[in-house]
C-alpha cells in the first residue's frame, strides 16, 4: 500500500480490508489493501482486438486478443493514465509499465501483471 500511496495515482483509492479470522484466534492475517479504480477510459482497439461482444450491453465480456487505441490513449496525460479500466471492459485493470515496474520491485505476494499485448481473458488460468 505505501509504494502505491507515496505515487499519488489519479483514480485510484486504498482502503483497508480486514479479514474476520475469529475461527483461528492464533492467525493473524497481515495487512491487506483493497484497491477500488475509479478511473474509466475508453481504449480497446476492437477493430484489431479479437473480442467478444454484448449485443445488450455493448461491453467486452471475452477477450482473446487485446490491442489498446494508442490515439485515443495519447488523448490523455500520462498522469491521467496510469493506472485505469477500459470503458469496454471494466473486470481488466490497466497499469502502466512505470507503476508495474515499482510494484514489482516491492517483491508482493499474490500479484501478477501481464503485458496488454498478450494479454486474454484465460491468461491467469494459464500460467
Request: glycine share 4%; aromatic share 12%; hydrophobic share 45%.
Amino acid at each position: 500500500c505505501a509504494i502505491l500511496t507515496s505515487l499519488n495515482i489519479y483514480g485510484i483509492q486504498l482502503l483497508p480490508v480486514q479479514l474476520d479470522c475469529s475461527f483461528d484466534p492464533y492467525f493473524k492475517p497481515p495487512p491487506l489493501w483493497f484497491t477500488h479504480i475509479w478511473n474509466v477510459i475508453p481504449c480497446v482497439n476492437t477493430s484489431e482486438s479479437e473480442v467478444d461482444i454484448s449485443k445488450t450491453t455493448g461491453r467486452i465480456f471475452g477477450i482473446d486478443k487485446l490491442v489498446l487505441d494508442e490515439k485515443n490513449l495519447g488523448m490523455f496525460e500520462l498522469c491521467r493514465r496510469l493506472v485505469f479500466l477500459p470503458a469496454e471492459s471494466r473486470s481488466v485493470k490497466i497499469f502502466h509499465e512505470s507503476i508495474v515496474e515499482k510494484i514489482m520491485l516491492e517483491n508482493l505476494k499474490g500479484i501478477k501483471f501481464f503485458p496488454a499485448a498478450g494479454w486474454n481473458s484465460d491468461v491467469a488460468f494459464n500460467t
